[in-house]
């Protein structure tokens, strides 16, 4: 069993990791979920993971975090998510709330409320991460690892060198990466190679209720990628989340990874370290390179149609 919190902007792909975690509960015990402004507005986001939840009808407790980056303003990406960050299907009404207390100190209360190390699930900006090491270096201690989508291995999506959640918030992925805690880093590259075929979307039509809404879901999702002449949509958060319960599906590599913080061309550039032939500063992260695409399609239909029994 671990002990997972989830930190994100639902999100087309978040609520995909999210959906596989709690399919999934005799591995992954979820203590919560906090979100961030990233895809799109906080309170866009937020009420996206209220509405995935209703969808699946599991009552996770959900605390807002920040609204904003650290230094600079946040920057929303509709043309991939939507107007309101996760378009497509339609939850007339929504089953659960938020809680009443701030995101950071959420995340602060259950770490150290739990008698066990917990595993953080970063799927957007590390916004709210790094405000908590900044805030409570305590909670270190309770902290197993950060399994994040973020960066890359050797290039971008938001530009040609970084990609979005680290180039919305470059110093929080600073922070994060500078923290000394063990980091998984599923970039650009096993994202892409995580892809789901458009024609593999079509299985989730007409089955049960959170078939229906992944089907709506991605269906609206892989317009984006239609659009670029591609026959497929990578699902990039699912997979960190994937690589804990599934790691024998991914290629990994235990490199140094850096943050760059200015440079027109390079801010928020995750620079990783492939030097051979000089002393290396010693690993900071384990960077997930490639995956089994057929397998992790596999996984995350299983536990949709999980999720349709368990409904």
């Not at 639902?10 to 919560?32: K, Q, R, S, T, V």
């Not at 602060?108 to 799927?123: F, G, P």
Request: glycine share 6%; proline share 5%.
């Amino acid at each position: 069993m671990r002990h997972i919190i989830f930190d994100c902007d639902p999100g087309h792909d978040d609520a995909m990791a999210i959906m596989f975690a709690l399919a999934n509960p005799e591995f992954f015990n979820c203590l919560g979920i906090t979100t961030v402004g990233g895809n799109q507005t906080l309170d866009k986001v937020s009420e996206n993971a209220l509405k995935i939840l209703t969808i699946i009808n599991r009552k996770i407790p959900v605390a807002k975090g920040a609204s904003e980056p650290l230094i600079e303003p946040l920057r929303v990406a509709p043309e991939a998510h939507g107007d309101s960050g996760m378009d497509g299907p339609i939850v007339d009404e929504i089953t659960f709330g938020y809680e009443k207390q701030n995101g950071i100190e959420f995340l602060r209360d259950k770490l150290m409320e739990s008698q066990e190390k917990v595993t953080i699930a970063a799927l957007g900006p590390l916004t709210n991460i790094a405000l908590l090491l900044k805030a409570y270096p305590e909670v270190k201690e309770k902290i197993e690892v950060i399994a994040l989508m973020g960066g890359s291995y050797s290039s971008g999506n938001a530009t040609a060198s970084a990609e979005f959640n680290f180039y919305i918030d470059p110093h929080a992925a600073y922070i994060v990466f500078h923290s000394g805690l063990p980091i998984i880093q599923a970039g650009t590259e096993v994202s892409t190679a995580a892809s789901i075929l458009h024609s593999e979307i079509e299985e989730f039509k007409n089955k049960g209720k959170v078939s229906c809404f992944v089907y709506d879901l991605l269906g609206f999702y892989s317009k984006f990628s239609k659009g670029l002449n591609l026959d497929r949509s990578p699902i990039f958060d699912a997979c960190p989340v994937m690589y804990l319960m599934y790691p024998e599906i991914f290629t990994a590599k235990d490199l140094y990874v850096d943050i760059e913080l200015e440079g027109t061309l390079t801010k928020g550039m995750s620079v990783t370290d492939k030097r051979i032939w000089y002393d290396m500063p010693k690993h900071n992260t384990t960077v997930l390179m490639d995956v089994d695409r057929e397998e992790f399609v596999r996984h995350l239909k299983e536990a949709v149609f999980r999720l349709d029994s368990m409904a």
